[in-house]
């Protein structure tokens, strides 16, 4: 397998197609992956804002004082505000904002960005990173009559693991999980839990090329992968009536209130 960052991608810009801009620099093939990060997809869609565009709420001043009470230095409160305002549910308020996202993916600050974002202040995730993996599928498919996958990637930290990693939002062109279920071990044993989420993996291969920081290269393809014959499934974000970590946080915070 095979993965390499697509070089000399433009800074851009609100209304500009991603598929049209990696066309014009990528060779792809029948079969290829292709790791876009959501701070382009962003860009494009025009997700940028300014602080001044969220008022605080008394929700949002408590949020930021008891913040800054943990970390010793001022937090703004407008930024608490444009982390409520994108989030379905906040699961912790401190000592860091823990979201739930519209579209089900759980980070911190609701995954908003305030690196590289020219002038503006934050850049707020994708709305439906699924539907623009998908958009971005056809347009690769239009231009260079190629049939890819695309995953929309962001950036997150891990429980219990120091150091973040490259996850994904949403793809298109493959299932999200490779399902062993039902499959036999070595030794013949049925397996019975095993379901590999591989467009996280894929998103955190793609990851170790494009980078972080000022490296400018938010695109990455991966050749050559492989899902084999398992079953495949699109079940990704685990469904709240299950998610035993979800309630448990949700216990600390009434707890804490």
Known sequence: M?????????????GDSVAELV??????????VVCVASTIVSKAAGRQADLADFP????????????????????????????????????TEAPFILAVTRFGHITVNAGIDRSNVPGADLLLLPEDPTDCAERIRAGLA??????????????SGRPFR???RGVALGWAGIPAARDWRGESDREGRELGATVQAVVDELAAAGNLVTGEGAGGTPVAVVRGF?????AGSDELYRPEDKDVVRDALREWSHVRD
């Open 226 to 230: 492989d899902f084999g014959d398992h």
């Open 2 to 14: 095979e993965v390499f960052a697509v070089e000399g991608l433009p800074e851009v810009r609100r």
């Open 142 to 155: 239009e231009h260079l009559g190629v049939d890819v996958a695309v995953i929309v990637t962001d950036t």
């Open 23 to 32: 066309a014009e620099r990528a060779d792809l093939q029948d079969g290829d």
């Open 162 to 164: 120091l150091g973040q």
């Open 56 to 91: 605080a709420s008394e929700r949002a001043e408590r949020i930021a004082d008891g913040i800054a009470d943990i970390a010793g230095e001022e937090k703004d409160p407008r930024f608490a505000q444009a982390v409520i305002e994108a989030s379905e549910e906040i699961l």
